[in-house]
């Protein structure tokens, strides 16, 4: 008898090509991310990988085999979940015990009040849909681009719907590296170094943002806003859970159309935002080797930028455009609310 190994069913044959053929475009996607000029502009991988992403998705697409959709699919939901979970290692608690009460303060208001703002605006006034409203908020509030892949599994969101609200992150992010050093400059921002990495920290989008902003000012500064922006960056998993409640009590009303007698619904916990959280502790532990980590940490911004590259894979402008320019009113909104309630916030609490 042939000792020879058996070939792959072929729908997991289709789905690890498809796997392997994200993986091939993320590495060139991590090699172009590196480049002075794109690194200079603070555009991460993850940024990066949703453009290319949708680029090829858009124009190229009859390049693929349609059958390796499954394994694209799989790295923007499965692949996802996991590499979201990882990020725990980039935060732990002696990070945020550093920056003492004001800048915990600071980031819990600026979160749950960008949350709030931006889904009372989005819905209400500008009438844009639900998932599309809490994922520019998110966006927006948390951590940029890791905290829209973070809750598009929990909405279980379409995909342009994510990259409408990563265009947001990169749009007003990239913008807030050039603003935030010239307000400090022209005299418009009146903290000590303290209070100003707080600001910067708690409003500015993505990390990379936030240390592209805060390095133009001085390293001091530039420590006190990553550790601030690590708090929000933490404040992820406490909101995921209180999503996840809130979304099974909505589809328990929407079951009869009432509370009551409706019948009870599993609590969506998501499973990742646990992982990302015991990840974090183990961090904090210091229990793993600082290689290990950095080696861990490294291979996480991957599996990141093969999601982002998936989603973007699947995500159509055609789509997009249907959003129209509410997004970027929201966005706008929500931008504004940072740079100036998050100087009222930072002052009162410093």
């Known amino acids: 008898m042939s000792t020879a190994a058996l070939p792959l069913p072929s729908p997991w044959r289709d789905k690890l090509n498809g796997v392997l053929f994200v993986g091939l475009l993320a590495a060139a996607v ?10 200079g502009l603070g555009f991460s991988p993850l940024v990066v990988g949703i453009v290319c992403g949708m680029i090829y998705g858009n124009f190229l697409r009859g390049t693929m085999p349609a059958d390796w959709g499954m394994g694209v699919n799989f790295t923007a939901r499965k692949l996802l979940r996991i590499a979201v979970a990882f990020y725990g290692l980039n935060i732990s608690i002696q990070q945020i015990a550093a920056v003492g009460l004001p800048g915990l303060a600071v980031s819990v208001t600026v979160v749950v009040g960008t949350l709030v703002l ?3 605006v989005g819905q209400r006034l500008l009438g844009l849909d639900r998932d599309t409203a809490m994922l520019t908020s998110a966006g927006s509030a948390i951590c940029g681009a890791a905290a829209v892949l973070a809750f598009e599994p929990t909405l279980r969101a ?14 007003f992010g990239t913008l807030s590296m050039f603003l935030y050093p010239v307000f400090y400059h022209a005299g418009w921002l009146h903290f000590d170094t303290q209070a100003l990495g707080i600001y910067i920290g708690g409003t500015v989008h993505e990390v990379a943002q936030v240390v592209g902003a805060a390095s133009n000012i001085d390293p001091a500064t530039t420590e006190v806003a990553t550790i601030v922006k690590m708090t929000r960056v933490a404040l992820l998993v406490p909101v995921l859970l209180v999503l996840g409640l809130w979304l099974r009590n909505s589809r328990a009303k929407d079951s009869d159309g009432t509370t009551a007698g409706a019948p009870a619904a599993k609590l969506p916990v998501p499973w990742f935002a646990v992982g990302f959280l015991v990840l974090a502790i183990i961090n904090s532990l210091g229990i793993l080797p600082e290689q290990a980590i950095t080696v861990a940490k490294r291979l996480d911004v991957f599996a990141l930028t093969m999601a982002m590259t998936a989603l ?10 249907k959003a129209g320019p509410r997004v970027l009113i929201l966005g706008l909104i929500i931008y504004a609310w940072l740079i100036f309630g998050g100087y009222a916030i930072v002052k009162l609490a410093t």
């Open 30 to 39: 991590v090699q172009l991310a590196d480049l002075p000029f794109i690194r």
């Open 118 to 120: 931006g889904n009372v």
């Open 158 to 171: 379409q995909p342009h719907k994510s990259a409408v609200a990563v265009a947001t992150v990169v749009l």
């Open 312 to 321: 973007g894979i699947e995500t159509r402008f055609s789509q997009i455009r």
